[in-house]
């Protein structure tokens, strides 16, 4: 049974979202239950493998018993136990956050294809991540577009069809690169396995059809991230889902897209192909991490939706997680990695409390978070630590990600990236403060005239959200602090794994 | 890890309780957690200690002399400013002033640049909260613009300090010196906190918004802790000499223009620190030692004046010396406090700067740096001018206003009364602060050349005002809000303010404008449709390259006249084509860069 955990976490939440809709015909009310419970398996599950790792290092499934590279391998090393570990819990706090979220954003009937679709998406990105097989990845990836596409639409706004499939031609083109990428390799090499490919792959590094293949598996996989000026999808996309889809999204979704770019890159691809790759892939890389940090902070100032100016923060911090990537030394992954950890925590945080904003008011616009300190305390003091992380307090996520980005950009000689990366977080305070003073000292609309001064003493009674909300948002929340002062373990974890794929 | 209890955490987390608790109990909790604070760091022996540990580097708290001072002042300003706030029924802002002292205590005690770092961004969130607190539209611009300023000095501090863990691979708090970018950032982000013109705006911007407690807690903590890293990092830098005397003179005009009299006592509060600052850049111990007392009783008597001046407002609803006068008759207590103040900043003897300031002018007499100490002699001139008598004068005295307020509430007078008995105790009695201070220095502050020349120069800065006052040339109260160059244009004083005035004021002005509206104006204005603003950017470029027809200069006003507009929505097409694009230009580089 413990052998065969890797293989359970990907085959429990397919089955159970096939029968899902099943269950749902009992009782509706049921299907929320097995998502939630089959969720929580999957993180049990994923615990478990984690301590497996780090007490035995990488751990090698064969599928059906066929040896790889033949069979299909599940290889779980640091990079991949780290990343697992961030979407099954985030999975998992999404399932049971969404018990009272899809009540008003969703129509009744459909409530158990919607536990059926998530477990699909939940299968999907937890396949991506421990595959050990690159076409396998590309079939989780499908699985995780088409579901994604599905659960977007879902939403209640006419605006959220026309966003699914948006999502549905940017993703499709971008999978349809991965794809071709993987089928130049294919031919070149002879085979899908990683671990194969990285001992193949290194004497066709000069060959004009690799170049060809990093390129379309490169290209591709921006397009699934969500790279700056390649995010077109995802601000519509996040602003129309449901709110729950929106924070498991932004807090999973582009995270396995991170996770198999780097894969591609330093796995199946190393240090030594940039080397003599005949113009600097850095450089390239570095320009569109850079310009995501600034276009993203800049186009998030414009927002007055809230989920837009969330989603479009989300491609400033890409942009982060990108320029530790193309920084290709320890401390930058470290950073990258980190970052990815960090930005699912601040980012799930902040969508969360929105989807709570959305149930008690059925607002997104940021005028209507004025006065909201005192009607929903506890939500807005989450939001508060999630904004402080994304500015870069210390004693928060945020900084530790800063941290290590700044020195890895200083140990290369790139000093001028640390006024970029520390000046954006600036930006980012201008767009999270005015919000923060809204929430706290600006009474609500409609109410400006009840209360003048500092000596008031009308109090509006306090209605926070139902506790399945307000709990998980607060835990997320909480460990954006918990990460932020006791990071030693991420980070060690994060250097185990940076290691690996750097030597 | 040890057994060791940071003071700081006493505070912040003491503070987390305050919510929870109602009426007389939640009053004697917050009184005795300075106590606790104070017991805490006494039972601390010097050292220094690993107290956590962050990513992979430590966190460790320093006791030491130089630190300790600081340490006893913060919590004795903490639990006079507690009192005074007592009647204070909001819990939101106690926790923040809370905090922020607590903060400001973590950033005294910090071992090294990561924890001095963490407790220096705390300081300012938690400021920004105070002043927020007033929740009056001035205060949250004022909050706003304090924070984007403070947010920019963090920047430049935390690069600073991560070039110089990179250079030399540690994070320890010492001298560091002027040597390198990395030293030169950490200055900036300190000078900003210092509020080193052109960086002070954000003083006189935001401590006259914030409420009347508020701006108690925030006169005492974020001037005196940029201090506190100055004396321990760059001491003896002579560019902070320069930068101390601009800080100590330019004030006194702007204090004496002034109408706002919390903005008048922000101005001194620059002026005082100006005096600590230079201290710092002579850096011989004895002025070290004059900076450090300085700050001591700067502390005391500035938030003694905070606490008069805020007493009238809290009483009356106005701080304006226009509005004010004559209200010695029904104020009797807060006057003779405020007098009490006023006589501790303009250095008289008995009183507590006496027994300071003077260190610092000594010891730039002993290092025979003549035209430093002329300087520090008329600024010092100038705070009687505008603090010691100008604060007290239009509040109490001057045109009877008609106002008849009741006197100030138990609480004020207490925590005003421990103030200034305090002042007076540091002026008698001397010995007991020099004993405590970092360096060992023989100085007595008594001596009859001391008394008789500062006697002198108080008398001649009297004169002078009653001059002035006398012959109308004093600038008369006026209400202009805001201190700007068209002062000057409109009241074309006479001569000698508006002389020496006139230069300084248009710079500030020019300063201040950038800082602190254009800035912000421009990156609001950008904000609202960036891709629109980007074109029209880059047509008026066009228009000044090409010459530009008629035609050209009527789009670009149709442009600005329609921004901003709608925000454009990139159609599907767009993004698979510049998708594609990209594809492209890899392809092409792989296949020609060969």
Same mark, same amino acid.
């Given at each position: 049974m413990i052998k065969h955990l890797p293989a359970l976490l990907i085959v429990i939440p397919l089955l159970v979202a096939i029968i899902t809709p099943l269950i749902g015909r009992i009782n509706r009310a049921l299907s929320w239950y097995t998502a939630t419970i089959t969720t929580f398996i999957s993180f049990v599950i994923s615990l478990s493998l984690l301590k497996t790792v780090l007490e035995q290092g990488r751990i090698s499934y064969w599928m059906s018993g066929w040896e790889p590279p033949w069979g299909i391998e599940y290889a779980i090393d640091y990079l991949n136990i780290f990343v697992l570990i961030i979407i099954s819990f985030m999975a998992f706090v999404g399932a049971i956050y969404s018990k009272k979220n899809? *009540? !008003?954003? !969703? *129509?009744e009937e459909k409530k158990p294809f919607f536990y059926s679709v998530y477990l699909l998406f939940v299968t999907g990105i937890m396949g991506m991540t421990v595959t050990g097989d690159i076409f396998n990845i590309y079939v989780f990836l499908e699985i995780t577009s088409l579901s994604s596409y599905a659960l977007i639409a879902l939403?209640?706004?006419?605006?959220a069809l026309l966003a699914g499939f948006n999502y549905l031609i940017m993703g499709s083109i971008g999978a349809t690169f991965f794809l071709l990428g993987i089928g130049y390799l294919y031919l070149m %090499? =002879?085979?899908?396995?990683i671990a194969d490919l990285a001992v193949r792959l290194p004497e066709f590094y000069h060959t004009k059809a690799i170049f060809t293949a990093f390129t379309f598996l490169a290209v591709g996989l921006l397009m699934k991230l969500a790279v700056? @000026?390649?995010?077109?999808?995802?601000p519509n996309a996040y602003a129309f889902a449901p709110s729950t889809i929106s924070a498991v999204m932004a807090a999973t979704g582009t995270k396995v897209a991170a996770y198999v770019l780097i894969r591609v890159m330093?796995? $199946?691809?190393?240090l030594e192909f940039y080397a003599q790759a005949p113009f600097n892939i850095q450089y390239i890389l570095l320009v569109l991490a850079v310009a995501a940090i600034l276009a993203g902070s800049i186009m998030a100032l414009a927002q007055t939706d809230i989920k837009k100016m969330l989603a479009y923060s989300s491609v400033g911090q890409i942009g982060y997680i990108l320029l530790g990537i193309t920084l290709m030394n320890t401390n930058g992954m470290i950073g990258s990695l980190i970052h990815l950890l960090n930005h699912a925590l601040m980012k799930g945080t902040l969508f969360l409390v929105v989807g709570a904003v959305v149930y008690r008011t059925g607002l997104t616009s !940021?005028?209507?978070?004025? =006065?909201l300190g005192k009607k929903m305390p506890f939500t807005m003091a989450a939001f508060t630590i999630a904004a402080l992380s994304m500015t870069g $307090? @210390?004693? %928060? $996520?945020g900084f530790v990600s800063k941290w290590y980005l700044s020195v890895a950009s200083i140990e290369i000689g790139m000093w001028w990236l640390v006024p970029i990366i520390l000046l954006s977080s600036l930006l980012t305070a201008i767009y999270f403060w005015r919000i923060i003073d809204n929430v706290w000292f600006k009474p609500a609309l409609g109410e400006e005239g009840l209360e003048h001064g500092h000596d008031n003493h009308r109090k509006p009674k306090s209605n926070d959200a139902p506790a399945s909300m307000l709990i998980p948002t607060f835990t997320v929340a909480m460990l954006c602090l918990v990460f932020g002062v006791f990071a030693y373990g991420p980070v060690s974890l994060a250097e185990k794994a940076a290691m690996i794929l750097l030597k | 890890m040890t057994s060791i209890f940071p003071p700081a955490i006493v505070f912040i987390m003491g503070a987390?309780?305050?919510?929870f608790l109602k009426g007389r109990l939640k009053s004697v909790y917050m009184l005795i957690l300075p106590v606790v604070a104070f017991l805490v760091l006494r039972g601390i022996p010097e050292g220094n200690y690993v107290i956590g540990q962050i990513m992979d580097k430590d966190l460790s708290l320093r006791i030491d002399r130089l630190s300790l001072v600081f340490g006893y002042v913060f919590i004795l300003a903490t639990f006079i400013g507690i009192i005074y706030a007592l009647?204070?029924?909001?819990?939101g802002e106690h926790i923040a002033a809370f905090v922020y002292a607590g903060s400001g205590l973590g950033a005294v005690f910090s071992g090294d640049l990561i924890t001095l770092f963490i407790f220096w961004e705390l300081l300012t969130i938690s400021a920004l909260f105070i002043i927020w607190s007033n929740r009056t539209k001035a205060a949250q611009g004022a909050g706003f613009r304090y924070l984007l300023v403070h947010l920019f000095g963090g920047v430049s501090l935390l690069s600073g300090i991560i070039l110089r863990v990179v250079e030399t691979g540690s994070t320890d708090f010492g001298y560091i010196g002027l040597s390198g970018l990395s030293s030169y950032l950490i200055l900036l982000g300190v000078a900003v906190n210092v509020g080193i013109p052109p960086l002070h705006g954000w003083l006189v911007d935001s401590y006259p918004e914030a409420s009347v407690t508020g701006t108690v807690f925030l006169s005492a903590f974020t001037t005196k802790t940029a201090v506190y890293v100055l004396a321990r990092?760059?001491? #003896?830098?002579?560019?902070l000499i320069i930068a101390g005397l601009v800080m100590a003179v330019f004030p006194i005009f702007f204090a004496v223009l002034e109408n706002d009299l919390r903005r008048v006592l922000s101005y001194s509060l620059i002026n005082q620190v100006g005096f600590m600052v230079v201290g710092i850049g002579i850096g011989i111990p004895l002025a070290i030692n004059g900076a450090v007392a300085h700050a001591f009783a700067d502390i005391l008597f500035k938030s003694l004046l905070f606490m008069g001046v805020g007493a009238v407002l809290y009483r009356t609803g106005t701080a304006k010396g226009t509005d004010l006068g004559g209200l010695y008759k029904s104020m009797p207590i807060t006057m003779i406090f405020t007098l009490i103040g006023a006589a501790s900043i303009s250095a008289?003897?008995?009183?507590s700067a006496f027994a300071t300031k003077s260190m610092i002018i000594t010891a730039s007499g002993h290092e025979g740096m003549t035209i430093v100490y002329f300087l520090l002699l008329f600024a010092a001139a100038g705070v009687f001018h505008h603090a010691g008598i100008k604060i007290p004068f239009f509040t109490?005295?001057?045109?009877?206003? #008609?106002k008849r307020p009741k006197e100030a509430p138990l609480n004020m007078l207490v925590a005003m009364g421990i103030a200034a008995f305090l002042s007076i105790f540091i002026g008698v009695y001397p010995q007991a602060l020099y004993s405590i201070l970092p360096n060992m220095v023989d100085y007595v502050p008594y001596t009859a050349d001391h008394v008789i020349s500062q006697l002198l120069l108080l008398f001649g800065a009297f004169s002078a005002f009653a001059f002035l006052m006398y012959t109308r040339?004093?600038?008369?109260?006026?209400?202009?809000?805001n201190l700007d160059t068209d002062w000057f244009y409109r009241?074309? #004083?006479?001569a000698v303010v508006s002389l020496i005035g006139v230069p300084f004021a248009r710079i500030y002005a020019f300063l201040s404008r950038t800082v602190l509206e254009t800035l912000p104006g421009f990156l609001a204005w950008f904000s609202r449709n960036p891709y629109g603003a980007m074109k029209i950017g880059a047509d008026i470029i066009l228009l000044s390259l090409s010459g530009g027809g008629k035609e050209a200069q009527k789009n670009l006003q149709k442009e600005k006249a329609a921004y901003p507009g709608t925000l454009k929505e990139w159609s599907v097409s767009t993004a698979v084509t510049i998708a594609l694009l990209i594809f492209a230009a890899y392809l092409i580089l792989f296949f020609f860069s060969q």
């Open positions: 899809i *009540d !008003i954003e !969703i *129509d939403g209640k706004k006419r605006q %090499t =002879g085979t899908l396995n700056f @000026p390649l995010h077109f999808w995802m330093f796995t $199946v691809f190393s !940021i005028e209507n978070f004025r =006065g $307090v @210390p004693l %928060t $996520v | 987390l309780l305050i919510p009647h204070v029924k909001e819990s990092a760059f001491p #003896g830098e002579e560019i008289l003897p008995l009183f109490f005295f001057a045109h009877d206003s #008609g040339i004093y600038p008369p109260e006026k209400r202009s809000i009241k074309a #004083g006479p």
